[in-house]
């Protein structure tokens, strides 16, 4: 996550809350000022409007998930590849819930006015699933729907496993994404 | 889906649409009235409340998902099993793209007043995952989070699949989630 003001960070943290919350409709500037113990000139003179907010802060989950996933893979190909990245994203939704929630509800959203930016880095976050796909099977056409499923896997499963059983560890629900992903699922 | 009068089922739709777009917390029962070219009374005198309107609405859907996985499942297991059930939720996504995103984007929230039927109504959708998953893994205590992924995995491929690439058939994207369960994604 990029460096940013004291006062930056707390209008971001109470934006994410409340918009996992009510969502983003129903976040107004006003309810983000509350939130954040700051004035409501304050979060105006930080971020021009609701969408510019709404914009970075979701720039920024995503950006933190790209860099994730890159250092997660780091040189690894293949299954180790797989589990370091499922780990990694795990550890991210388990850290911070409200932004999962919110990237889950808007990552497919095609009517906002940060879609084109947000499609961006969601590519970047995606590339490293698919750069360990290509690696393995470089003809095949689908490689990015691929990693889009896998993402989808490991997104609900972490959210669900946050939600529904919390008391397990985040071992064990990577080795459930893991099997889910190993061609036993089913046999 | 439950039988419901020509008005209800214009309230619905227009409801599905606008929520898609708009969010639930975006939109308002006067929208929903202007869209289906109906008295606003009509729509309180059909749905007592927003909430009301809602929890219908993503009951049946979510109850349309579950009765179509248990037909498309019948009495198949292992591979095939799956490979049906992952058909069946691509095509009712096609053809219900803003209900796929609607559920997408509430199958999760904690803080609905629609969440305990919504909950329940889930987890007869996921169970059609879960009987074929505990079929060829009795002793696995992590059947309905395994379930929980896989159904994520296609709902997220399905909405990429029409938002990204709705060139592919419905076919291809099958196979791909099918190559993506089966243990050779990353060799």
Known sequence: MPRVSATKRSILDAAVELA???GITGTTMEDVAV????????????FS?????????LLDGVGTLAETLR?????????????SMVDAILELVSNNQPMAKLIAAEIFRTDRSW?????LVRREA????????RHAHPDRPDAELMAGT????????????????????????SDSVMFMLSGQLAD
Chains 1, 2 share one sequence.
């Open 150 to 173: 896998v993402f989808g896997a490991v997104l609900v499963g972490g959210i669900e496993w946050l939600v529904f059983s919390p008391d397990r560890s985040l071992q064990e629900v």
């Open 35 to 46: 939130r954040a113990g700051v004035a409501k000139g304050s979060v105006y003179y930080n």
């Open 115 to 119: 879609q084109s930016p947000l499609q």
């Open 20 to 22: 996992s919350l009510n």
């Open 49 to 57: 409007s609701k969408d510019k907010l709404f914009e970075q802060l």
């Open 71 to 83: 250092e997660a893979r780091g040189t690894k190909t293949g299954a180790p590849a797989l589990r």
């Open 126 to 133: 995606l590339a490293e699933f698919v750069a360990v796909i």
